[in-house]
Every structure is written in structure tokens, then in C-alpha cells.
């Protein structure tokens, strides 16, 4: 295998494709990123065998030809180099690597020895605009549990997809995030979860590739995402993901409209007396025209208060301020609704004039009057 491509873009590749590397399995096989040429064409391939990423770009290919590169060596490699110009050169597993006046010689390993990649066939083509998804995992991803100490299926994005509609929904056991979009799909409904790391670099793909548009088909284990000259393919996490049509309350005796920048503002205002976010909650009060933000500890106390439009029961009630925080930092309009059933029901942070999200927060049980 010989091959000469452009320095910066193929420095830009191996990092992406790194993504995917093993950093748990010791197997050198998978530590590696798979290289492949033929006519023209540069394949680079990262894979866990749970999650891979495979991109394409344009090379010089004297011998076509494939080879396993230790990934981390590879990526040090070119990352360092000066010249606009690498060329690539394969005899058995033995690997050159020019560019300038610098010249590497390293060890590969056979590319038969890589294992295949899962194949989706027979799925369900989807195409997501790139701003929409954007803004939907945006609205979503933070309420996904971070690790397998919750339920494993709830460490994942669930995404349903109805007659012209997706929606994604992250839980975490403390809050629940919906939103939910009109796109163009008339297929039958049906539903999957994506495990939050794939959702993660999906999201710092689609940051530096100019593709307009997401294409995704979906398996009954494995879903691929299709973004420019970039092909993920993930695992998807299998389990009873819960009820949420059950756990969103359908009353609420208090409803208040609200600056979406003033309350957030609000509330980060008492975050520097806030000692524990697990165990010192924020305390607030929503009464005729304003909510009032309060807590104390061991740091001190704090009152503060913004207006807002309360019709309905007075409520106290509390919450842990990052919970609180991050639904709000998620809404993307410039006043919420927020619905409340009393001090200790879940709280509902909505669109005033529609329900294209929904953040749910469970309130945190209050001790002592401020």
C-alpha cells in the first residue's frame, strides 16, 4: 500500500476516528485505526466493538492496499508534522511514514486481523435537518444518566418517531427531558435508545462537517448516523425505559410565566452560598407577581427575588439549583411556563404557547423556614 494525501485533513480525521478507538480493551487489533485505500479514495475506521466511526477523503493512491496502526502512535505522529504533504507506505506490516524531512518507520498489524463492522439492513431511513438535531439533543441530552449506577437503558437517548414527528427523551431518576419536532416521516412508529457517548461525538461531528442534513438508519441492535464524509455506527441499549406519558403530571394548581434570563439569572445569584447541591436545596417561592429565591448554609444566606406572573395556589418548594438550572438553560424561548401541583410534585418548565419541550424536575424536600 502507497498513498500521499493532505497533511491538516488527515490530522483532522485520525482525531475523529480516535474517538472510537479502544482505551479499555487491551487488543492491539482495536487499538488501531484501520487504514484503506483504493482508487482515489482514503477509509480511516476507529471500532470498540460497540461504537466505530469511519471517514472517507481524497488521497494519491500509488498501491491500493489496507494496514492496522496503533492509533495513539498514528495520531502523534501526524499531528506533529510540519509539511503540507504525507505519504503513507505499507511492505508487509512494516509502515513508512514521510512528510518533509521527517521520516517514521513503525509497526502495523494485518487488516485482516480487524474485526468487521456490523451492518444495518432492512432499517428505517431517516433524515434529520443538522440545526433540528442540534437543538433537539440540546433540549434532551443533559437529563441522560451519566453511568450504569442508574438503570443501564437510561443512560441512553430514547428517540420516537411517529407520522412526522421525532422525539427524544432523557431521564435521569431526578428529572425528564422531552422534544419533540415535525419532520418529514410516514412510516410506522416504532423507537430506540442511543447511548449518550454516541450522541456526544455525533454532536462534535456535525460541529465541523458542513452536511445539512443527518441520515440515520436504524437496526434491531445497531443504528448508523450518516453525517458528510463521516459514518457512526452505535449499539443500542435495550430495556424498559420508563413510562414517561405516567410520570408527567396532567394537573398542575399553579402556573407561572416567567423571563426565562431572569430567573436563571435569579438563581445562579444563590448559587455562591449553595454548599451541596444533593443536600442544599434552593428554596423558592412563587406568590402573586414574583418568585422569590432563597437558601442557606453553612456558607451563609441569600434572598433574591424576579417578577413573574403567578396565577393559581401560592407554592414553596424546593430544588437542587443545577437540576433547575439546566432546564432552564435548555429551554430555548425567551419566557417559560412552569406548572406546579404543590411543594411536593414534579415541576413542569414549558414553551408558553406550545409544548415543543418539556422539562420535568423533582422537587427536594424543605427543612427549615429562611
Do not use: W
Not at 479502544?22 to 484501520?34: D, Y
Not at 480511516?44 to 492496522?68: C, H, R, W
Not at 435521569?172 to 415535525?182: M, P, Q
Not at 439546566?326 to 410534585?345: C, K, M, Q, W, Y
Request: hydrophobic share 40%; proline share 4%; charged share 25%.
Amino acid at each position: 500500500m502507497k498513498f500521499s494525501c493532505n497533511t491538516k485533513k488527515l490530522n483532522e480525521a485520525c482525531a475523529n476516528v480516535f474517538k472510537a478507538v479502544s482505551q479499555k480493551v487491551t487488543i492491539p487489533t482495536i487499538e488501531g485505526i484501520l487504514i484503506e485505500c483504493s482508487t482515489e479514495i482514503l477509509s480511516l475506521t476507529g471500532y470498540d466493538f460497540e461504537f466505530g466511526i469511519t471517514t472517507t477523503l481524497m488521497a494519491t493512491v500509488t498501491e491500493p492496499g489496507s494496514i492496522v496502526i496503533n492509533a495513539k502512535i498514528l495520531c502523534d505522529i501526524v499531528r506533529k508534522l510540519a509539511a503540507d504533504t504525507v505519504t503513507i507506505e505499507t511492505n508487509g506490516t512494516s509502515v513508512s511514514i514521510t512528510s518533509g524531512a521527517a521520516q517514521y518507520n513503525i509497526t502495523g498489524i494485518d487488516a485482516n486481523d480487524y474485526p468487521e463492522l456490523p451492518s444495518v439492513s432492512g432499517g428505517y431511513p431517516l433524515f434529520i435537518e443538522k440545526g433540528m438535531f442540534h437543538k433537539m439533543v440540546a433540549q434532551t441530552l443533559f437529563a441522560v444518566a451519566e453511568n450504569e449506577n442508574s438503570k443501564p437503558v437510561h443512560t441512553g437517548l430514547k428517540f420516537e418517531m411517529s407520522l412526522n414527528q421525532l422525539r427524544l427523551i432523557g431521564v435521569d431518576g431526578y428529572r425528564l427531558a422531552i422534544s419533540t419536532e415535525a419532520i418529514s416521516y410516514e412510516g410506522e412508529d416504532f423507537s430506540f435508545i442511543v447511548p449518550k457517548k454516541t450522541i456526544r461525538e455525533i454532536m462534535k461531528l456535525t460541529g465541523v462537517d458542513e452536511a445539512k442534513d443527518i441520515s440515520i438508519s436504524v437496526g434491531k441492535r445497531h443504528i448508523i448516523f450518516e453525517i458528510g464524509d463521516y459514518s457512526v455506527i452505535s449499539r443500542l441499549l435495550d430495556g424498559d425505559f420508563l413510562d414517561y406519558h405516567a410520570a408527567v403530571p396532567k394537573a398542575s394548581a399553579t402556573t407561572v410565566l416567567i423571563n426565562t434570563r431572569e430567573a436563571i439569572s435569579c438563581i445562579e445569584r444563590a448559587i455562591p452560598v449553595v454548599e451541596n447541591n444533593a443536600k442544599n436545596p434552593i428554596r423558592c417561592l412563587f406568590d402573586k407577581d414574583e418568585m422569590r429565591v432563597s437558601t442557606v448554609s453553612a456558607r451563609g444566606r441569600v434572598v433574591d427575588y424576579t417578577h413573574a406572573n403567578v396565577s393559581g395556589e401560592r407554592v414553596e418548594i424546593g430544588f437542587n439549583s443545577k437540576y433547575m438550572l439546566d432546564a432552564l438553560n435548555a429551554a430555548d424561548t425567551d419566557e417559560v411556563r412552569i406548572e406546579l401541583g404543590g411543594p411536593v410534585s414534579p415541576v413542569k418548565v414549558l414553551p408558553v404557547n406550545n409544548d415543543n419541550f418539556l422539562f420535568l424536575v423533582l422537587p427536594m424536600r424543605l427543612k427549615s423556614e429562611i
